[in-house]
């Protein structure tokens, strides 16, 4: 099975920046298609942004869009996600999310986000 190795979460004051990583454990090839999603406190899980092998699909949701950037290792189960210009309504739990035709769709455990006044 694949496991995916979360870091980066944390506490930052409103306009700060985090920067979370996440690392699949597969090792016998490039996973199709990385993502990061979230889920707000009273809220839904939500898809921030995506990208896919080669960068074929990227995407962003609007909220994002402009002040998130995702990014892939070319020759790695590797993604991070770089957030800057934080808002206290971007508090809650961030998950990593990978999905392949092969293997199938696996998800981390959630890293908490805390952005404060």
């Known amino acids: 099975q694949v496991q995916l190795v979360e870091s980066g979460g944390g506490s930052v004051h409103a306009g700060g920046s985090l920067t979370l990583s996440c690392t699949a454990s597969e090792r016998a090839g490039l996973i199709d298609v990385m993502d990061w999603y979230r889920q707000i406190p009273g809220g839904g899980r939500e898809m921030v942004a995506t990208?896919?092998?080669?960068?074929?699909?990227?995407w962003y949701a609007n909220f994002a869009e402009g002040r998130f950037t995702i990014t892939r290792d070319g020759t790695r189960n590797k993604v991070w996600l770089h957030m800057n210009s934080l808002n206290i309504q971007d508090t809650g739990v961030y998950y990593c999310?990978?999905?392949?035709?092969?293997?199938?769709?696996?998800w981390g455990q959630g890293l908490q986000v805390v952005v404060s006044s």
């Open positions: 990208v896919s092998v080669g960068g074929h699909r990227l």
């Open positions: 999310h990978v999905s392949d035709y092969s293997l199938g769709d696996w």
